[in-house]
């Protein structure tokens, strides 16, 4: 069987798709995928010997939107990436799409015929009875005060998906000759939306409304060693605080510098990760090493905690290695697993995206109390790291339920 796999945002779209890629190959299927062209996520796919088709511009390139208008030109930009997924998809028998790769890829399913399936890595966005929208999840669509039903929440977030990306996505597809779509949060989860967190950290409860499939994280192993300055840095001493924002580009200038004294402050050695937003040490104490891209699978399970922007990925990588947290949320699902660590007890979630030397060192008191290392601990035992399988197998039996028997 052949299947297309399809991804368009940072790190942590890119890397899990590539974790259901690996198993999907290692069950006899042949896999491409198409992702964002930036080197970083080229080399990934390389070292993991999967086809990279490139997919629009650079990540690194694109900004935020800020306004509706913004958002509704990025759509039409996303639904234009048509012309590259349909031509991927000859020959395909079926579709998996995750971050923003859904704007074209369920158009092109559509069109060819073949089985599509949508997955999200966070239950935040999928509409349930059971907790409220996001307040903002469109840039210029705020849900009004007051109203306090979730149904009627979901109901108001619904009609904003369709008043930002409605036009944009039906204009596409008249151009390819599809019908418009009435309801475009369901066109783009589907009705049966795969959700791809581990049940732990992310649960989700069953509704009426919505068929979820929790297939557990995407987790992709990696076996790569750490690199010899890292390894002679955390056996120099008693563990460090390892600080970095991943892909996040837009921290706050003097995030490093407050980090490090919050840090410092507590008697404790500092990591940084330069990730996206270029964090360095803000001296030449030999307290403090700065890493670019490494191995957190490994890196996380040597530190005292890990403080980051609570990216999907990054918290599930520091649950598993059993790693307190400290999460300062910067945009998106971001506040969700913020609350969700902090619920768990794993970890502290930091009110707001510009800490201060004041509350990153209350936030890190928490982490890093006894109590808290030893939940953390815990919950590292519970974490699935089956979810790429489970996805895999689905994927592939449903295929050959559905494939008409060849004929003799």
Same mark, same amino acid.
């Given at each position: 069987?052949?299947?297309?796999?399809?991804?368009?945002?940072?790190?942590?779209?890119?890397?899990?798709?590539?974790?259901?890629?690996?198993?999907?190959?290692?069950?006899?299927?042949?896999?491409?995928?198409?992702?964002?062209?930036?080197?970083?996520?080229?080399?990934?796919?390389?070292?993991?010997?999967?086809?990279?088709?490139?997919?629009?511009?650079?990540?690194?390139?694109?900004?935020?939107?800020?306004?509706?208008?913004?958002?509704?030109?990025?759509?039409?930009?996303?639904?234009?990436?048509?012309?590259?997924?349909?031509?991927?998809?000859?020959?395909?028998?079926?579709?998996?799409?995750?971050?923003?790769?859904?704007?074209?890829?369920?158009?092109?399913?559509?069109?060819?015929?073949?089985?599509?399936?949508?997955?999200?890595?966070?239950?935040?966005?999928?509409?349930?009875?059971?907790?409220?929208?996001?307040?903002?999840?469109?840039?210029?669509?705020?849900?009004?005060?007051?109203?306090?039903?979730?149904?009627?929440?979901?109901?108001?977030?619904?009609?904003?998906?369709?008043?930002?990306?409605?036009?944009?996505?039906?204009?596409?597809?008249?151009?390819?000759?599809?019908?418009?779509?009435?309801?475009?949060?369901?066109?783009?989860?589907?009705?049966?939306?795969?959700?791809?967190?581990?049940?732990?950290?992310?649960?989700?409860?069953?509704?009426?409304?919505?068929?979820?499939?929790?297939?557990?994280?995407?987790?992709?192993?990696?076996?790569?060693?750490?690199?010899?300055?890292?390894?002679?840095?955390?056996?120099?001493?008693?563990?460090?605080?390892?600080?970095?924002?991943?892909?996040?580009?837009?921290?706050?200038?003097?995030?490093?510098?407050?980090?490090?004294?919050?840090?410092?402050?507590?008697?404790?050695?500092?990591?940084?990760?330069?990730?996206?937003?270029?964090?360095?040490?803000?001296?030449?104490?030999?307290?403090?090493?700065?890493?670019?891209?490494?191995?957190?699978?490994?890196?996380?399970?040597?530190?005292?905690?890990?403080?980051?922007?609570?990216? *999907?990925?990054?918290?599930? /990588? !520091? =649950?598993? +290695? &059993? $790693?307190?947290?400290?999460?300062?949320?910067?945009? @998106?699902?971001? #506040?969700?697993?913020?609350?969700?660590?902090?619920?768990?007890?794993?970890?502290?979630?930091?009110?707001?995206?510009?800490?201060?030397?004041?509350?990153?060192?209350?936030?890190?008191?928490? *982490?890093?109390?006894?109590? /808290? !290392? =030893?939940? +953390? &601990? $815990?919950?590292?035992?519970?974490?699935?790291?089956? @979810?790429?399988? #489970?996805?895999?197998?689905?994927?592939?039996?449903?295929?050959?339920?559905?494939?008409?028997?060849?004929?003799?």
């Amino acid at each position: 069987m052949r299947v297309l796999l399809t991804t368009y945002g940072s790190r942590g779209d890119v890397e899990p798709m590539l974790g259901l890629a690996v198993r999907l190959r290692e069950l006899g299927a042949e896999v491409r995928m198409c992702a964002p062209p930036d080197e970083e996520f080229a080399k990934l796919l390389a070292g993991a010997g999967v086809p990279l088709i490139p997919l629009g511009p650079a990540m690194g390139t694109m900004t935020r939107p800020s306004t509706a208008a913004d958002a509704a030109r990025r759509v039409s930009q996303l639904a234009g990436l048509y012309d590259t997924v349909i031509a991927a998809a000859e020959g395909s028998d079926a579709l998996v799409a995750t971050g923003l790769a859904h704007f074209a890829s369920r158009s092109v399913a559509e069109k060819l015929g073949i089985p599509y399936r949508y997955a999200t890595f966070c239950s935040y966005l999928l509409p349930t009875p059971h907790h409220a929208p996001p307040a903002q999840v469109l840039p210029g669509q705020k849900l009004p005060p007051g109203v306090s039903d979730n149904r009627a929440l979901w109901k108001l977030n619904a009609e904003s998906f369709d008043t930002v990306h409605g036009p944009a996505i039906n204009a596409h597809r008249a151009s390819v000759g599809l019908p418009p779509v009435d309801d475009v949060r369901a066109f783009i989860f589907t009705g049966h939306p795969w959700l791809a967190a581990d049940p732990v950290l992310d649960p989700w409860r069953e509704t009426e409304e919505l068929g979820v499939v929790h297939t557990g994280a995407w987790i992709l192993p990696d076996e790569r060693p750490l690199p010899a300055e890292l390894v002679a840095f955390l056996e120099s001493g008693p563990p460090a605080v390892y600080v970095g924002f991943g892909s996040m580009r837009g921290v706050r200038a003097g995030t490093a510098r407050v980090a490090v004294e919050a840090i410092r402050a507590l008697g404790r050695r500092v990591l940084i990760g330069r990730g996206w937003a270029g964090l360095a040490p803000i001296d030449d104490r030999g307290d403090c090493l700065a890493v670019g891209e490494v191995n957190q699978q490994a890196l996380f399970r040597r530190v005292a905690a890990v403080v980051h922007h609570g990216g *999907a990925g990054t918290t599930t /990588t !520091a =649950a598993l +290695a &059993g $790693a307190p947290q400290v999460v300062v949320p910067q945009a @998106g699902d971001q #506040v969700h697993w913020a609350a969700r660590v902090a619920a768990l007890g794993v970890g502290a979630a930091h009110d707001g995206s510009e800490p201060t030397v004041s509350s990153l060192t209350a936030a890190l008191e928490t *982490a890093l109390a006894p109590a /808290t !290392a =030893a939940r +953390a &601990g $815990a919950l590292a035992a519970t974490i699935r790291t089956d @979810g790429a399988e #489970v996805a895999a197998k689905l994927l592939l039996d449903t295929l050959s339920r559905e494939r008409p028997p060849v004929s003799a």
